[in-house]
């Protein structure tokens, strides 16, 4: 029985993997590779369009690839080399007003490629014995091998195929549910993801192949969601939402697993984390799911919800929904924000690391790979927000962008030290 698409999926779609023209890249590439001088950089996302900026502010340039009918582009996972990145572009999407988002959204053609930030060079991927129009990177497993998230008609599959589309092996079979969220181990040996099945969204572990399954955590009331790995490979990170009682999926709790299906805890109560981050203006809306993120020392940055917090744009249950988005402009009734925390999952020590008066909303956080900043996004109620840096002690707070023409900016990810 296929599983129908709702409005939960795809919300993760990261940006991921032979060969066709090579094509300029980036407006004023800088060409110095030393990067042992560099800051450190992030990309990000605005208008469909992806950036990269300097820790520090500086060296803000949107990439142009110039490639005819590519309505956006996603910037995913990097190569061990450290300068080749895969991006993910979209045509226009086919679903929208007559056209429901579960019947439509996975007719949209996608692409993969590969960005050399070096050479500032696009090559396309995953051509080769194409299996669907609807192709996302789920993850990079080496750099032969990419796990990609195939969608039809009949549902949702991960295949396990070298980087040129070719080889495709079924990573989960079709008909058990739709499989994102996919993270690997620090070893490589195993792969940690949500699967969007009849009985729920549950939290397995397995092989690179798919075998060798685990179910880390499952309830048909429960919505388990994303997952991160532990630095030292002993614990899985997710959360859980009450969804039957949270239909718009605002509000979570923080988790963690043992890999191998032990020692499930919930490390939060009252439904502490914003999940559904919503944000923007009736011109410029936007959001996408927040995932709690693991720092160098083995503790958990995630938004805090303040108490009694209601977000402006309200989640309409009890009509269809047609773009994936379903919900309501309502300020006026908004009250409360969130604030980026650092939890201490062995003490449960939490530690605040921004606060603001009037409360805002703040998310999307992770620590840079140094571990010296942690990046964020910041919207005031009912606005769009700007991507922003402080220091890990939660110090020295400060705005880099707020994306095209102040439109709003977000997804921010930090580049590996090597690039």
Known sequence: MPTKL???????LGAAASAMACLPGCQSAGKSRAASKRPARLFFTSQGRTALINADGTGLRYFDFKVPDQVTWQPGPFLSDGNRVIFLSMEARRD???????????????????YDLQRDTLTEIAKRDRLAVFYTPALLVSDDRLLVQVVRDQGGQIFNMNLDGSDAKEFTKLGEGLPYGLSLSPDGRRVAYHLASPQGYQVWTSDSLGANRVRVAAHPDHLYFGTNWSPDGQWVLYQDCQSKTDPGHDWSDVC?????????????????????????????????????????DGQILFPRRLPGSKVPWEFQSQRPDTDHF????????????????????????LTRLTHNEPPVWDFRSSESPDGRLIVFCR?????????????????????????VDDKGADHPRWLPQSA
């Open 256 to 296: 963690i697993g043992r890999p191998d299906g032990t020692e499930h805890r919930v490390l939060t109560k009252d439904n502490a984390m914003w999940f559904a981050a919503t944000y923007g203006d009736a011109q410029n809306r936007g959001g996408g799911s927040n995932v709690p993120a693991w720092t160098r």
């Open 326 to 349: 379903n919900r309501d402009f309502k300020p006026e009734s908004a009250r409360g924000g969130v604030e980026i925390c650092r939890l201490n999952p062995r003490e449960g020590k």
């Open 96 to 114: 929208g007003p007559g056209r429901p988002f579960g019947e439509y959204y996975h007719k949209t053609p996608t692409h993969l490629w590969i």
């Open 379 to 403: 919207a005031e109620t009912g606005g769009v927000p700007g991507i922003w840096v402080m220091n890990s002690d939660g110090s020295n707070q400060r705005l880099l962008t707020r994306g």
């Open 6 to 12: 709702n409005r939960r999926h795809f919300i993760a």
